[in-house]
């Protein structure tokens, strides 16, 4: 059973905006710091933003601007929408839950976002 689902992700052109969601269970959602990252063929995986749990976030300067992380309690959804794409953000992008004390992480299946022509 999986405990995060992606959905979104696509082919959009430059300038471009999408919205990735990621579904949790709400014993996820609550408590645990949830957020993305991406990996772009031939490179390593990135931090993009951060959600925890109290709210605050944190952002990749590259998408700084760009990105915004949100979080809808009645969904236990978190959202990143993605604005002004560019071709450097085409990436595999793959949501995260993850909690420190005691470890646990989890990942979602990733979603494919290209930005081109």
């Known amino acids: 059973q999986a405990q995060l689902v992606e959905s979104g992700g696509g082919l959009v052109q430059p300038g471009g905006s999408l919205k990735l969601s990621c579904a949790a269970s709400?014993?996820?959602?609550?408590?645990?710091?949830m957020g993305w990252y991406r990996q772009a063929p031939g490179k390593q995986r990135e931090l993009v933003a951060v959600s925890a749990s109290t709210g605050s976030t944190n952002y990749a300067d590259s998408v700084k601007g760009r990105f915004t992380i949100s979080r809808d309690n009645a969904k236990n959804t978190v959202y990143l929408q993605m604005d002004s794409l560019n071709p450097e953000d085409t990436a595999v992008y793959y949501c995260?839950?993850?909690?420190?004390?005691?470890?646990?992480?989890?990942w979602g299946q990733g979603t494919q976002v290209t930005v081109s022509l």
């Open positions: 995260y839950a993850r909690k420190i004390n005691p470890f646990y992480q989890y």
């Open positions: 709400p014993s996820i959602f609550n408590t645990y710091t």
